[in-house]
């Protein structure tokens, strides 16, 4: 009997040819890496409790050294009442740090998180696998800390810590980090790579070949001012066909090669002569119509091609909820295959001095792009002007902002 061993040669997605992970297939994802300020704020509340869990053992060497210095080195005169405290607290202490170290390893190296980084929304991953590091990885990285330590004491940390400004791939990764196979990302704003639904979401939508782009047809309509003689079509469809504006009446065809004839009766034609031979006053000319003033409209453009045009207020989101009552808004559902969309994400409109937008408190925040570049991501609640040419991203769909002119009828 033969037994025939299926191998897996699927290619791990986000590896290159080399087996090397590529830092674009998870930037395209929407994974992002942790800033370093909070980087340094999460490792700062991790040394705060070590130092917390510290200072009964500082004060019961104290104590002891205190003890000590009074029996004048000879700890055979010490009272053994006067050892049981110093002895008790410095016991205690070192208990809880060896404790608190296990628990920071077991949840670093398994739940990629330590007390710290969870206070912060950040999380340590696999480079690779972007899973959780593993448990002798971080282990393996709290040995080379350690060691740095004991080479060159505040110095050899300093250094290792300072290194994530120096990774060429721009993802901040510390020399610790490449130890560990691991980089610290950003789940506050970024894709958590923990969340299995999202992640499934995030890869399909990546390998998914591009949507096509729906361009916007030119109008046919003339350029000028309404009268009997001129057509003004409604808005043209991308199939070609242009039907007549609002109030126009339609002509049937011609039969059998005659003119039709239109539904309304023809006015008399006059003759220059009234009835009984009195010459016609001219017929009165019609003025000829102003040209009529136009608006500004402003446009979403959607990442997909879609269009809307920005009402005076507006609900954006996975499901917005419709306003409380006596409030009208525009509700604009979204679909989001990465699943980063809040419910009611932010609230837009259009009104006297141009377009604004407020995030709601969504989860993972509204990110805005100016035209000249700039970045930056809106505070809850608090409603921003945006020129045209802005660029809006919530979750994992974006829109732009754009204006045209449109003539009043």
């Known amino acids: 009997m033969s037994v025939t061993l299926d191998v897996d040669d699927e290619p791990t997605p986000g590896l290159d040819a080399d087996g090397r992970p590529d830092p674009a297939y998870a930037a395209g994802l929407g994974i992002l890496p942790a800033p370093a300020g909070r980087r340094a704020a999460a490792f700062a509340v991790d040394a705060a409790i070590w130092c917390v869990l510290a200072a009964p053992g500082v004060i019961g060497a104290s104590l002891l050294l205190g003890a000590v210095i009074r029996a004048a080195g000879d700890v055979t005169v010490i009272a053994g009442g006067d050892l049981v405290l110093p002895l008790v607290l410095t016991g205690a202490s070192q208990g809880l740090l060896v404790i608190f170290g296990l628990v920071q390893l077991i949840l670093h190296g398994r739940k990629a998180l330590t007390l ?22 971080i282990v393996w990285r709290a040995i080379v800390l350690w060691g740095a330590q004991v080479v060159l004491p505040l110095v050899g ?6 290194s994530s400004k120096w990774d060429p791939e721009q993802r901040g990764r510390s020399w610790l980090d490449r130890v560990g196979r691991s980089y610290v990302i950003d789940i506050r704003r970024g894709l958590n790579p923990f969340d299995a639904k999202a992640l499934r979401h995030a890869r399909r939508a990546l390998a998914a070949p591009p949507a096509a782009v729906v361009s916007r047809l030119p109008s046919l309509a003339t350029d000028r001012g309404p009268d ?14 242009v039907s007549a504006g609002a109030g126009a009446e339609w002509v049937p065809p011609a039969i059998g090669g005659s003119p039709a004839r239109s539904a309304a009766p023809a006015a008399p034609e006059s003759r220059g002569v009234q009835a009984g031979g009195t010459p016609a006053a001219p017929a ?45 808004a525009l ?12 419910k009611t994400h932010a609230e837009f409109g259009v009104d006297a001095a141009g377009f604004w937008i407020s995030d709601r408190a969504s989860r993972n925040g509204t990110a805005v792009e100016f035209p000249d570049g700039a970045a930056r991501t809106l505070e809850a609640g608090s409603p921003t002007r945006l020129p045209a040419g802005s660029r809006v991203t919530l979750g994992g769909r974006s829109f732009t902002i754009s204006f045209e002119s449109r003539g009043r009828r």
């Not at 009997?228 to 079509?233: D, M, N």
């Not at 509700?331 to 809040?342: G, K, Q």
């Open 228 to 241: 009997e003689h001129t057509f003004i079509p409604a808005a043209r469809s991308s199939s070609g066909v």
């Open 284 to 328: 009165p000319t019609r003025p000829t119509p102003a040209a009529a003033p136009s608006e500004r409209v402003w446009l979403l453009v959607f990442d997909d091609g879609t269009q809307l045009e920005a009402p005076a207020r507006g609900l954006i989101g996975r499901a917005p909820a419709p306003p409380s009552a006596g409030a009208h």
């Open 116 to 137: 710290g980084k969870a206070a912060l929304g950040l999380r340590s991953v696999n480079v690779a696998r972007l899973q959780a590091p593993g448990f002798w990885r």
């Open 331 to 342: 509700l604009v559902p979204l679909t989001d295959e990465s699943m980063r969309i809040s």
């Open 157 to 162: 940390p300093a250094v290792l810590f300072a």
